[in-house]
């Protein structure tokens, strides 16, 4: 554990230069700004407080909050995960080590799946993957009269899932299982779900190796990796989706970097052609909108 001078002589401007020496030690970017967000959350105080109240001794709980808190940042811990939440589609949702941090090129899913299913509201909707429950709960919030069942196989992400839910009191609207896919359910000629959404497991196995400490470190693999090429979960997800959406139905996937043509071929070959690409803001293709032909 880092070290701190014993409260009350440590102030928390001292706190705050301490605090900034050791984060921008461990080589980390916008270092002003990660250590007023971690202090603010250690010493239970607004951002403006803690500027305000700069010549305020620390208490001793308050010191050993904060040791940890700079301990694991610098360890290069996400700082989503000290501080337990991430903002996602103007939603705080909890996130522990058990589920992907929500990412800005994942809202661009959910708006891509609420254009779809706002033009006809009364839907079954699949998240596939769901882990925190962003995508479901941010569709809930957005599209009020489709039903969401949200599966993964991971049964510790699930428990973050159903607390998101509960926190928003989507539960009726929401529901989560737990589900490799959709194999809890039977396979229909006829489709069963007017819509499937994915941000599914996408970087190559080569590749795990060699992500930055936040991600490689502390993100759950399981939720990372698609196989040698970062391809095989689109296979299966592509696979069930060609018999278990209704025709006419869509599915709405997000791509890693380069991945657009590779994932579009192995959808026309299950039969789901492509509608759109949706970019992001720094110009990468990251969302497919796919549609069983009906």
């Not at 995508?135 to 009020?144: D, G, R």
């Not at 589900?179 to 959404?197: M, Q, T, Y």
Request: aromatic share 6%; proline share 6%.
């Amino acid at each position: 554990m880092i070290a701190l001078p014993a409260a009350p002589a440590l102030s928390i401007r001292q706190l705050r230069m301490i605090a900034h020496e050791a984060l921008k030690a461990a080589g980390l970017g916008n270092v002003d700004q990660e250590t007023d967000w971690l202090l603010a959350d250690a010493l239970r105080l607004t951002h403006g407080q803690l500027l305000a109240l700069g010549d305020r001794p620390i208490t001793p709980t308050q010191a050993g909050r904060a040791s940890r808190y700079i301990e694991r940042r610098a360890a290069r811990e996400p700082l989503q995960y000290i501080l337990g939440n991430q903002e996602f589609c103007g939603l705080e949702i909890a996130v522990t080590s058990d589920v992907l941090i929500p990412r800005p090129e994942t809202e661009l899913v959910v708006e891509e799946a609420a254009q779809v299913i706002g033009t006809h509201p009364r839907t079954l909707v699949a998240d596939i993957g769901t882990g925190s429950g962003c995508i479901a709960l941010a569709l809930a919030k957005a599209c009020p009269l489709a039903t969401i069942v949200a599966t993964d196989i991971s049964w510790p992400a699930l428990v973050v899932g159903r607390k998101n839910a509960g926190r928003y009191e989507v539960r009726n609207q929401v529901k989560f299982l737990a589900a490799d896919l959709l194999k809890v359910f039977r396979d229909s000629a006829d489709g069963i779900f007017d819509a499937l959404v994915s941000n599914p497991p996408y970087i190559p196995e080569a590749e795990m190796e060699i992500l930055q400490p936040e991600v490689g470190r502390y993100e759950p693999w399981l939720a990372l990796m698609g196989g040698a090429d970062g391809l095989e979960f689109y296979r299966r997800l592509f696979s069930a989706a060609s018999v278990m959406l209704k025709p006419g139905g869509y599915l709405i996937v997000e791509l890693g970097m380069g991945q657009v043509q590779s994932v579009s071929r192995l959808a026309q070959d299950e039969g789901l052609p492509v509608v759109r690409c949706r970019k992001d803001n720094a110009g990468i293709e990251r969302v497919l909108v796919l549609r069983r032909p009906g």
